[in-house]
């Protein structure tokens, strides 16, 4: 029975290497988000959005779990079926440092999707357009990720989640992207103490019960402990 929901977003991964959304340099500086990170962007100019996610595919390959991962990953195992992860990422950093119940709301960027059957496989380290589906042999692959406008994964589940949780704690994350940045009221809502743990205070903190702010590599394994 879920008793821990911990929601984690770029920020638990910055000190692996891998850039945030938001932060000065971050990914949204960089790229027009409506061009990467939309279906509307795909549709337009699909090769562009394979180039994206193939440099970021290749940057989590190389990137190596730090400390926060590891302690929830110790957390989870301390407290069999107790705490769920889910996460905004869509790297496999909380899976390679131990994590299990994991649920990638945003996909998971080792993962690819067919646009036409909707069949997933494990995504090869470089997708182009026009690949075909090895299912239905249409060339409407993509990343098996939820681009703005496209409804998250595990929804329910995590409601579900919320619902039963006597704490929830929001790790990494600006607060700046829904249906995420409102679990902390439909967890509060439910009677969960609530906790923010960010290198700053995020655009949500003031729902928060309780705020600690520092590195997630120092924070998380504090709090753990
Ligand atoms: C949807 C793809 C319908 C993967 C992403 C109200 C209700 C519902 C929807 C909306 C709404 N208002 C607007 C919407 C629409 C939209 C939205 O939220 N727009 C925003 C811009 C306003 N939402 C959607 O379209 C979503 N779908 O709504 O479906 C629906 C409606 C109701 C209920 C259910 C469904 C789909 C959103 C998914 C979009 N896909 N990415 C990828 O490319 O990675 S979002 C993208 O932003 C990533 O997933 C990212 O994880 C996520 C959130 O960003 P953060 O993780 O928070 O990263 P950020 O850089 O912003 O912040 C990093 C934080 O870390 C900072 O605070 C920093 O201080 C901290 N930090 C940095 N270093 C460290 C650190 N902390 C600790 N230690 C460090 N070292």
């Known amino acids: 029975m879920t008793k821990i929901v911990i ?18 340099g971050g990914l949204w500086e960089n790229y027009d988000l409506s061009e990467v990170a939309t279906p509307e ?5 699909p090769a562009l959005v394979h180039d ?3 440099a970021r595919r290749k940057n989590a390959a190389e990137a190596i ?3 926060a991962h590891a302690a929830l990953a110790r957390l989870q195992a301390a407290r069999p079926g ?11 950093l909380h899976e390679r440092a131990g994590s299990q119940a994991v649920l990638h709301m945003h996909g998971s960027i080792t993962r690819a999707r ?19 589906c090895p299912s239905c042999t249409a060339p409407a692959t993509r990343p098996d990720i939820v681009w703005f406008g496209e409804f998250p994964y595990h929804m329910e589940a995590i409601w579900d989640a919320l ?8 790790i990494g994350t600006s607060g700046s992207v829904y249906p995420a940045a409102a679990f902390v009221q439909d967890a509060a809502r439910a009677g969960a103490h609530t906790l923010e743990l960010n290198l700053e205070p995020s655009e949500t903190v003031t729902d928060f ?13 504090a709090w753990v402990a």
């Open 7 to 24: 929601l984690t977003g770029a920020g638990i991964s910055a000190e692996s290497g891998l850039g945030t959304f938001r932060d000065a």
């Open 65 to 67: 779990p730090n400390a």
């Open 41 to 45: 962007g795909f549709a337009r100019n």
């Open 209 to 221: 019960a309780e705020a600690r702010h520092g590195r997630a590599s120092a924070i998380v394994p």
């Open 114 to 132: 067919c646009a036409a059957c909707g069949q997933t496989w494990d995504a090869p380290s470089r997708m182009r357009a026009g690949d075909q």
């Open 82 to 92: 107790e705490v769920l992860i889910v996460t905004q990422k869509i790297d496999d």
């Open 52 to 54: 994206f996610y193939n």
């Open 163 to 170: 619902r039963a949780a006597d704490l929830f704690v929001a």
